[in-house]
């Protein structure tokens, strides 16, 4: 089993639509757990931080399962500028060895 | 602030040549990373270091070497160049948090293609 899978994409959504992300991973002692976006071309850059108690950052909403070891980011009225690849990472904590998984790319349609 | 900052930006190599990738931070980070991501993939770990003197091996080091010999500085070599390293190479950097916390911070990237 890989250390991170996410869903594969690509997904295409039409504007103002709700899209969910899933991610597992498989070590059960990874502490820390996050979201990355990347544009084409571009260097990922954070776009939130998952809290055991789930978090929300404005139209994002990012939840964690422990005893599932899952994932999920939640994007609300979804915008054009959305259109990216989204990241879930995970550091495995015994050693500070953070992981990425392959990332799902997300089309907003007009 | 220049934050993570990498050279080259592009290269060409020949197969079998060698060359090092530089990476310097200018934001007392203790931690760094290289990653690589090839076309239409995550990133996957190359090497890592948690300090000066300290490195270890990430997902995949093989064909790879790095030293640490500041906390600025973590080089990236490649001795004996394949076209299966041809791929986009990501430096990052992160404090220490003590809870596991990091949050990374990219470079720009460095593209290498071997022919």
């Known amino acids: 089993r890989k250390e991170v899978e996410q869903d594969p994409g690509p997904f295409n959504v039409p504007e103002g639509a709700t899209v969910a992300f899933n991610c597992t991973y498989s070590?059960?002692?990874?502490?820390?757990f996050f979201w990355y976006r990347q544009d084409c071309r571009k260097e990922p850059k954070l776009l939130m931080s998952v809290y055991s108690s789930g978090n929300e950052d404005g139209r994002f909403t990012a939840q964690l399962n422990r005893a599932s070891q899952y994932i999920s980011l939640l994007i609300r009225d979804s915008k054009l500028s959305d259109s990216a690849t989204y990241l879930c990472?995970?550091?495995?904590?015994?050693?500070?060895?953070?992981?990425f998984g392959k990332g799902t790319r997300l089309h907003i349609l007009p | 602030n220049a934050g993570v900052t990498q050279t080259p930006k592009f290269r060409i190599l020949k197969i079998g040549q060698s060359m090092t990738l530089q990476c310097a931070q200018d934001m007392n980070h203790n931690y760094m990373y290289w990653y690589r991501q090839d076309p239409g993939m995550g990133l996957k770990l190359i090497y890592y270091s948690v300090g000066a003197g300290i490195t270890d091996k990430g997902e995949v080091p093989n064909g790879y070497n790095v030293s640490r010999s500041t906390t600025e500085d973590f080089p990236l070599r490649l001795e004996l160049a394949a076209p299966s390293q041809t791929s986009v190479y990501f430096c990052?950097?992160?404090?220490?948090?003590?809870?596991?916390?990091?949050?990374?911070?990219f470079g720009a990237g460095s593209r290498l293609t071997v022919l």
């Open positions: 990472v995970v550091n495995m904590n015994r050693d500070d060895k953070i992981i």
């Open positions: 070590n059960s002692a990874s502490q820390s």
């Open positions: 990052a950097s992160s404090p220490w948090t003590g809870d596991g916390a990091n949050v990374l911070t």
